[in-house]
Each structure stands twice: as C-alpha cells, then as structure tokens.
C-alpha cells in the first residue's frame, strides 16, 4: 500500500471506477457534489446512479467537502466532464499543497477556449505536474471485473512510474507514455467517430461500413493529434486505436449510443433530455472543428457529425454526404 493519499474528483461512472480501482494501492478520498452519492458510497459502498451492479470496496471514503479531499491530497485525480473541468479545478486551488500532480481522466474540450484539460490544469496550477490517463476503458465493464489496460501518460518520466504504480492492477494494466497531447487527443477525437459510427449503426449500416468509418476516422483523428503535436504511433496505440474501438463497437458507449439515436431521427434536445450522463463527442464537437480549420485539416467523418448534433442536417442527410464524397488515394483526406 502506498502511502500517497489520493484525492479524485467527480462521483460518476468513471471517477467512482478509478477511486475504486486505486484503493488496491493507496488511501483514497472521493469527492462528489451531491450529498446523497457520498452517503451512498460511505455507507451502502455502492453508486447505484451511475454503476447500478457495482460493489465499492469499504477502504472507498466519501465526502462533500472539496477541502477535505484535496487539502492533504499527494495525488489529484479529476473526473470532471470538460465543461465544468474549470470550475471544479479553482476550487481544487483554493485547498492544494505545492506541487501536487494532477492527472486528468476527461476526455474532452473546453468549448469556449479550445483548450484541452491538461492545458487548463497547467494555467490554473502552474508548476504542478500534469499527466492524463487514458485507454480503452468502459467503467461498467471495469468494475464487472473484466480485464483492461490503459495508458498513463506524463511528461516527467519519475512522476510517471510512481502514478503507474497507484493505477494499476491485476485486472488493470496500465502503460506509461510520455505524450501528453496524443494520448489527450486520442480520447478527446475518437468520441466523435463514435457518433458517426453510432449514427450508420442506427439506421442499420453494416460491418464493413463500420470498419471503413472506424479506420478512416482514425486516419483523420490522427492527422488532427499530430499537427497538434501529438506522436502518430500513439494514435495506433490504446490511447488512439484502442479506445476508438472499444468506444465505436460497445453498446455501453454514450457516444455511440448518441450516435444511434441521431441515426433513429431522434434530434440532439430529446436524445439530452433522455440521458443523464456525459457524452463529451457531443459537446466538443464545435471546438474541435474550429481546431481542424486552425490547423487546416480536414475531417470529412467530423465535420458531418458536427453538422448533425448542430442541427444543421440530419444523420440521414450526413450518411448520403458520406457516399457522395468521391473516394482519392487512401493516404489523403475524404
Ligand atoms: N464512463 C466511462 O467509461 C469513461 C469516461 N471517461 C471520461 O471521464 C469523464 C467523466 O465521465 P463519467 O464519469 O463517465 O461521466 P458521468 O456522466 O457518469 O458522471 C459525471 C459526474 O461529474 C459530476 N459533475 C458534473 N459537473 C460537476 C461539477 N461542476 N462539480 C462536481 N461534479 C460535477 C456529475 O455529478 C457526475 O457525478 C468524461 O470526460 C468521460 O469522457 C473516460 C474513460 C471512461
Ligand atoms: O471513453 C470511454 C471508453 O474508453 C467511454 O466512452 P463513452 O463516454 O462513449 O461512454
């Protein structure tokens, strides 16, 4: 057992999972805002909302209290979706020890700013060491007890094998990576392919069709992250091709699961409106078109995505663009 305390942040799917996974290893303190998940978690050890099967281990604490979480916190693990990532983390300012390293489990932008969260991290705790981990790792599937892997990736190279050792698992093997931006990326894009996958599955597309949306939107996915300085090989490692496959083939996905509804004729308000949880594809859709026009590239699978949860044209219309669009070499574009 480590003796860093680790403080996680935000009491959803993914955050409990990680809290739950890292208590195996070290001390761990989860903070969510409603006060019914603390007590919830503190005395029945369960998060029914979010991992309705899930039995939490009795080491798991609870609290409402941020301060409490963070103040003696040797680790901060953020599981805020990107939107109220901000927010959350000035708080965490108020209440952090010098420097404390923060690793970021969002896989998603900040719409107004572009920016993504380990970007965020380092404006608002400058000094701190900033890491991301990231993979193929559905939490309901994690917390059923099947095995995953995935990546924690830093740039600091000691940091790094000492995180590696607070994650990881007999059932959970985590890879150090020292590409930050790639890694990040790889999470943040392959949501929106997983739209666009989810969108020709709800009208009944076939597995060729998916396969060809999966391979061409990593392509492009990965013209994006390495114009944006992330490594190519990471993008066909577990933060890139892994995640992108196990988010565009499983029905536990929320991205897909947008994607699917979209493709039923469901508009963007009702398919929200029936979800309670995050599916950040949708959300950082714009702000990830804005940076392939900054960075002059093209994403035909992203742009039709973008145009459909914007409302611009419908999943249907998208598909008939899709098969329109006349096919060049496969190294490019389109
Ligand atoms: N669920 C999964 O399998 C995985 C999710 N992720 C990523 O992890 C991030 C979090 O996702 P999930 O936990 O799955 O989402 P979720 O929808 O299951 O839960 C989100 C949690 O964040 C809390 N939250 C939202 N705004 C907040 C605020 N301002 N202050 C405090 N708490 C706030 C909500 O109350 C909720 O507990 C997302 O970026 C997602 O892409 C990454 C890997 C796997
Ligand atoms: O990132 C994930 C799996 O790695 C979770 O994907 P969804 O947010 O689409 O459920």
Redesign the pocket.
């Known amino acids: 057992m480590s003796e860093l305390n680790v403080a996680v942040l935000g009491g959803g799917s ?1 955050g409990t999972t990680v809290a739950a996974l890292t208590t195996r290893n070290a001390p761990v303190t989860i903070w969510a805002r409603n006060p019914a998940t603390v007590d919830e978690i503190n005395n029945a050890h369960r998060n029914q909302t979010y991992l309705p099967d899930a039995v939490l281990p009795e080491s798991l604490r609870a609290t409402n209290d941020i301060g409490e979480a963070v103040a003696n916190a040797d680790v901060v693990v953020m599981g805020i979706p990107s939107q109220n990532f901000r927010s959350v983390l000035l708080e965490v300012k108020k209440h952090l020890r010098a420097w404390v390293p923060v690793v970021s489990l969002t ?1 998603g932008l900040e719409l107004d700013t572009r920016m993504r969260m380990t970007e965020i991290i380092s404006e608002i705790l400058p000094g701190h060491p900033v890491g991301v981990l ?6 309901r599937e994690i917390m059923a007890g099947q095995a995953a892997a995935s990546v924690i990736a830093m740039n600091d190279g000691t940091i790094v094998r000492a995180l590696q050792k607070i994650f990881k698992s007999g059932l959970f093997r985590v890879y150090t990576n020292p590409d930050v931006i790639g890694c990040e990326l790889g ?1 943040v894009l ?2 929106i392919i ?1 739209i666009a996958v989810g969108m020709g599955d709800g009208q009944g597309a076939g597995d060729n069709t998916r396969a060809a949306l999966i391979t061409r939107g990593l392509a492009e996915v990965t013209r994006l992250g390495v114009a944006m300085g992330g490594r190519a090989e990471t993008f066909a490692g577990l933060a890139g091709m892994g ?1 992108m496959i ?2 565009c083939t ?1 029905a ?6 947008v994607g699917i509804q979209l493709g039923k004729g469901k508009t963007m308000e009702q398919i929200a409106d029936e979800m309670f ?5 949708a959300k950082s859709a714009p702000a990830v078109m804005a940076l392939a026009e900054q960075y002059g590239i093209d994403m035909p699978i992203a742009r039709d995505v973008f145009r459909v949860v914007t409302g611009e044209t419908n999943a249907r219309g998208a598909y008939r663009g899709l098969l329109r669009t006349a096919a060049g070499a496969e190294s490019e574009p389109g």
């Open positions: 993914w896989k990231t993979g193929p790792n559905l939490a999470g392959k949501n997983a995640d196990a988010t499983s536990q996905s929320r991205n897909r699961h949880m995050v599916a950040e594809g």
